[in-house]
């Protein structure tokens, strides 16, 4: 998993709002709100918020 989004390299800390695509792209929140169809711009992977660390996996 990615420590930051690979739109705009804003750093994303474990527990911080962020979202993955399902090829592991990683993105920021703000740069999710501008994709249309909460696709992934790289591959077109479908979008999920990543489980923060009350979500142990
Ligand atoms: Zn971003
Ligand atoms: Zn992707």
Do not use: H, K
Not at 29 to 54: E, K, M
Request: proline fraction near 7%; aromatic fraction near 8%.
């Amino acid at each position: 998993m990615r420590p930051a989004c690979e739109s705009c390299d804003r750093a994303l800390p474990a527990g911080g709002e962020a979202f993955i695509c399902s090829y592991e792209c990683t993105w920021c929140a703000s740069c999710v709100a501008g994709f249309t169809d909460a696709a992934c711009p790289n591959c077109g992977g479908d979008l999920q918020r990543r489980p923060t660390r009350s979500m142990r996996a």
